[in-house]
């Protein structure tokens, strides 16, 4: 959905921050407008990667080594082996920054949500949650500092396949059960847009999945669990082998209050697979499905010139106590890899998810449908695709020569009834297609012993086809329908990347590349202004915005040796016709040209088998370069960022110490890119885990945010008063202990 700026409301297709819109300064005559948006040298290996991803570890034998993250560990678990396709000495896309995260490191994690897991082990990475706590629903990773547009610039990938959506509802990483993830493979930077197209302009996260694949006859793992807010959870996962065939599943079920009020949290997951794998052919069926229900507390008002303060008063309440967000979704992946000949290979697989959303917003204290005051979004998105590739892998020259190329095809359908209530006839009755083809080809190549090369394009196409079949006569309607759009436009994407390793501890590496964002359906819906500015007189929407494109450049180094990794790299990207909302007239627009540069590090030692010390620090400048707003902050990106964390395995795995820190400093509120409001105060937490295991027995006792600091990592600010601005609190100390047995 579209963020508007007197609130969050940019979370999902009809879900709604929750923030007094008169409050805030946003008169009667907005309030629609307001509510409605809111390598080593290349081997020859047989094929044993059908969905899995098109940048890998690399591996040796049954284990793989990964390169540049805090811990080393196996696949294990029955994961898929790793796939030969389009890689680099690091585990990733020849000259590009690359973290890894393990299942190992996610289980020792104290952090109970994906998000968070991911923000403390990547160096650079912001978050921005609105719950916190055991609620990981609707929490952004920001790669590279897009801030408040975070979602739609980083690539969020399952097995190597996209899970970024055409409307704005960002990838929910609280759908993902955290035991069926194997390992967690991030790429910074544009260099990821030529595998994968669309969206990975900060960088690509992509997720490989458990597949119980070469695993025991039987195997089942279960776990519960019970802390702070009157959260309960369960994890269970099971798998089976027998031949050629395989299967597992892995499922998890979590209940909370939630630190706020009105802030009930419910959701369940859950993954199955089916696997064939024999020589020369490998095939596959992945099933997916979450069902989440959330209530919304909205922000809490502070306003000096009133006396209003609220997040002192009562950070914990609620002015919107019957606003509610829900989703469910399923999806079926399908496809096989066939070796052609002895190192070419043929993987082909598709899909098909479907989404649907339902959302009601009322910024009075009680649930009426009326004027400007409520609205009730409902929506459904189902998106096919089929993406054939073609693997390569030879000596060219005489030089190890790896040349991935394939077509991507995806075809989305959106549509999304708006109006005052649940059961009323909706205003806007919004019906969007788009189809995207593209063709991509990347090759690396082995130019010496120490010296890799890598070079790609990719040539994308978006059909657009939007219309609003516009009901004027739907109860408590004061809008226009919005007029058709049919649109035609090809986007490209390149990268070029090299490594050179100076001797067996150190690498060096770089790389250029382009990359693009097509404006999402969501954006469209509030794009154009809706009023005009002299007489307020409401203009219709138009759907019409241009795609943004950046070009950026990245160099480093990495440092492998004696327990000791480090990998740190700068970096400059250019942007333009970046998408945006305008906190003056009310809608998204294309930006004056924006910018980002900065540096990320990443540190970690191995002291000794039972000590693992680990550290990151970061410096993220994303800021205006042309236009009114030249040299400003971009709202929501903080210029600094640390983390810490260590393992310390005290007795033989009976007690097990994990220990992590995060810090970051100020940033700019959401609708501040003016830079005169004071900004989101710098702030850090702690968390500690103790666990171990007794046996098949294990158990574990989290506590998070121990020094208890009560901040917030969002906030909007008012566009008409200035000091005025609605906060999102973060809980303060919380425990979750967990206990279970495997099997």
Avoid: C
């Avoid at 089929?386 to 959106?414: C, E, H, N, W």
């Amino acid at each position: 959905m579209s963020r508007l700026v007197p609130a969050a409301w940019r979370l999902s297709a009809g879900l709604f921050a929750s923030v007094s819109l008169h409050s805030l300064g946003l008169s009667s005559a907005f309030a629609q407008h307001a509510l409605a948006e809111q390598l080593p040298p290349i081997e020859v290996s047989k094929p044993d990667d059908q969905n899995r991803t098109r940048a890998r570890a690399t591996g040796d034998g049954e284990t793989t080594r990964y390169r540049g993250t805090a811990s080393a560990a196996p696949a294990g678990n029955g994961a898929r082996s790793s796939g030969a396709e389009a890689v680099a000495s690091n585990g990733g896309i020849v000259g590009a920054a690359t973290t890894v995260i393990t299942a190992a490191d996610i289980a020792h994690s104290p952090s109970q949500t994906l998000a968070e897991i991911i923000a403390a082990q990547t160096p650079g990475a912001q978050i921005t949650t609105f719950y916190g706590g055991q609620i990981g629903a609707k929490t952004s990773v920001d790669l590279r500092g897009f801030g408040a547009f975070a979602t739609a610039n980083t690539l969020v990938l399952v097995n190597g396949r996209r899970l970024n959506d055409v409307d704005m509802a960002q990838v929910d990483l609280s759908t993902i059960p955290l035991n069926s993830i194997e390992r967690i493979e991030i790429t910074r930077g544009n260099s990821g847009a030529v595998l994968y197209g669309d969206n990975a302009v900060g960088g690509v996260i992509n997720i490989v999945m458990k597949t119980g694949v070469g695993g025991p006859p039987m195997s089942a793992r279960i776990e519960a669990g019970f802390g702070s807010f009157n959260t309960g959870l369960g994890n269970i996962s099971t798998s089976l082998n027998s031949g050629p065939w395989s299967t597992s599943f892995y499922g998890n079920a979590v209940r909370t209050d939630g630190y706020r009020d009105n802030n009930r949290y419910s959701q369940q997951n859950g993954v199955g697979n089916l696997n064939y794998t024999a020589p020369g052919l490998t095939a596959f069926l992945t099933i997916t499905g979450d069902n989440q229900e959330l209530r919304l507390p909205g922000g809490r008002t502070v306003d000096p010139s009133i006396g209003l303060d609220q997040l002192t008063a009562n950070r914990r309440g609620t002015s919107t106590p019957f606003n509610y967000a829900n989703q469910q979704g399923f999806g079926v992946t399908a496809g096989f890899t066939k070796t052609l000949v002895n190192g070419v290979d043929l993987i082909v697989d598709g899909g098909v998810r479907d989404k649907k959303q339902q959302s009601a917003f009322f910024s009075s204290p009680t649930p009426v449908p009326a004027f400007f005051t409520s609205t009730h979004v409902d929506s459904n998105l189902t998106n096919w695709s089929i993406t054939p590739r073609l693997s390569v892998k030879s000596l060219l020259l005489g030089m190890p020569s790896q040349l991935l190329t394939g077509i991507d095809y995806y075809d989305a359908s959106f549509r999304q009834n708006r109006g005052a209530g649940q059961g009323l006839a909706a205003w806007h009755n919004y019906d969007l297609r788009q189809q995207t083809v593209a063709g991509y080809f990347q090759h690396t190549l082995g130019v010496a012993p120490a010296t890799e090369i890598s070079y790609g394009a990719r040539v994308q196409t978006v059909s657009l086809a939007a219309r609003d079949n516009f009901d004027p006569a739907a109860p408590f309607n004061a809008d226009i329908g919005a007029l058709p759009l049919t649109s035609n436009e090809t986007q490209y994407a390149l990268h070029l990347g090299a490594e050179h390793r100076l001797n067996d501890t150190v690498a060096l590496f770089g790389r250029a590349a382009r990359a693009f964002r097509t404006p999402d359906v969501d954006e469209r819906l509030s794009s154009g202004p809706p009023f005009d500015p002299l007489t307020f007189a409401a203009i219709p929407q138009t759907f019409q915005l241009k795609t943004q494109t950046s070009w950026d450049i990245e160099g480093g180094l990495r440092i492998e040796g004696g327990g000791l990794q480090l990998q740190s790299s700068l970096y400059l990207m250019d942007l333009t016709n970046e998408v945006h909302f305008s906190p003056v007239l009310f809608y998204n627009t294309n930006l004056d040209p924006t910018r980002r540069y900065g540096s990320e590090t990443s540190l970690s030692y191995r002291v000794n088998d039972a000590l693992l010390l680990r550290s990151g620090m970061a410096y993220t400048r994303a800021a205006f370069r042309e236009g009114i707003w030249a040299g400003n902050d971009v709202p929501l990106v903080s210029r600094y960022t640390a983390s810490a964390g260590v393992t310390w395995n005290i007795w033989q795995n009976y007690l097990v110490l994990d220990a992590t820190a995060r810090f970051w400093s100020e940033r700019r509120m959401d609708n501040d890119q003016a830079n005169p409001q004071k900004p989101i105060p710098a702030n850090g937490t702690i968390d500690l885990r103790l666990g171990g295991q007794v046996e098949r027995y294990f158990w574990s006792l989290s506590v998070n945010n121990v020094l208890n600091a009560l901040y917030y990592d969002y906030a909007v600010a008012s566009t008409f008063t200035d000091g005025r601005f609605s906060a999102y609190p973060l809980p303060g100390r919380s425990y979750l202990l967990k206990a279970g047995a495997t099997f």
